[in-house]
């Protein structure tokens, strides 16, 4: 259950780490820096802004109160090789308007197809009201723990994730990088 204000203390701590040059220690211990021109990280999408969009959903229980438009706008910034934060706002699975504010973490599991990215958020869900506020677990004072698995492809600027929202459905995406 979040505590009173945990929202804001996740806006705070979520943004605190997005901070360019906060973390010293890679430096410290004589990482190499990211790319920032046409190099590997930059590449893959780093140090930048990612928009992105619902295409298409699907639930895996059929229930008439279904909304499979999504009309999710999802924005994320993508810092350090691995680490993201965002904020995405859309019509939940009853067509009630909601938000989601997360921090994220991807990987490239494989080497070979470096375009192939896994990735997790984990957040603060808000806008599961009545009658539809105990169809997303823990929901207290109309704001929930969220923990949303993807996997995604990019080309160039371009990327498409496959995003699985609890045991309820999976959502296409359509985002673009921009630099």
């Known amino acids: 259950m979040l505590r009173r204000g945990g929202c804001a203390g996740l806006v705070a701590c ?18 190499p820096a990211p790319d920032r021109g046409t190099g590997t990280a930059s590449t893959l999408g780093y140090d930048r802004w990612y928009v992105q969009t619902s295409v298409l959903t699907t639930h895996f229980h059929s ?31 009853f067509g009630q308007p909601s938000q989601y ?25 808000h806008g599961y ?25 990019c080309y ?3 990327c498409s994730e496959l995003v699985v929202f609890g045991a309820a459905g999976v959502t296409l995406t359509f985002g673009v990088k921009i630099p």
């Open 14 to 31: 979520a943004l605190l780490v997005a901070i360019p040059g906060v973390d010293a220690s890679a430096a410290e211990a004589g990482a």
């Open 63 to 93: 229930d008439p109160a279904h909304n499979d438009q999504q009309r999710l706008v999802d924005v994320s910034w993508r810092f350090r090789p691995e680490w993201l934060v965002g904020a995405a706002v859309f019509h939940n699975s």
């Open 101 to 125: 504010v997360y921090g994220g973490w991807m990987t490239h599991p494989v080497a070979a197809v470096p375009p192939l990215y896994l990735k997790i958020t984990a957040g603060a869900v």
């Open 129 to 153: 009201k009545d009658p539809y506020r105990d169809k997303i677990p823990y929901n207290s004072k109309g704001v929930a723990p969220g923990i949303i698995p993807s996997i995604g492809y």
């Open 156 to 158: 160039r600027a371009v």
